[in-house]
């Protein structure tokens, strides 16, 4: 099972960006889908961003035009870059490996943004 780690995070204000990375410990390109995932306090944890091993992506629908997810296969690392940045998308950030059967989740980074 593969081990993630995410970095990046941060206190940032409206309309700056960040980027967050998500660091694996073995081989990507065979995990059927790598994706960014978010959970605010008090809520339910979110999809944010996923991409497949084909390549496809898709976005929830709150962050659409804003995020974009990317992975270096080299380098076995995910990255989420988030521009325009809102209050709202205050939240722990965690990283998830699925592999169909079973999922992988990294420790999360929290993101803060302020008004």
């Known amino acids: 099972q593969v081990q993630l780690v995410e970095s990046g995070g941060g206190l940032v204000q409206a309309g700056e960006s960040l980027r967050l990375s998500c660091a694996a410990s073995r081989n990507i390109f065979t995990i059927n889908a790598m994706g960014w995932y978010r959970q605010a306090p008090g809520k339910q944890r979110e999809l944010v961003a996923r991409v497949t091993s084909g390549g496809n992506t898709n976005y929830g629908d709150s962050v659409k035009g804003r995020f974009t997810i990317s992975r270096d296969v080299a380098k076995n690392t995910v990255y989420l870059e988030m521009n325009s940045l809102k209050p709202e998308d205050t939240a722990d950030y965690y990283c998830?490996?699925?592999?169909?059967?079973?999922?992988?989740w990294g420790q999360g980074t929290r993101v803060t943004v302020s008004s």
């Open positions: 998830n490996a699925d592999y169909g059967l079973f999922a992988s």
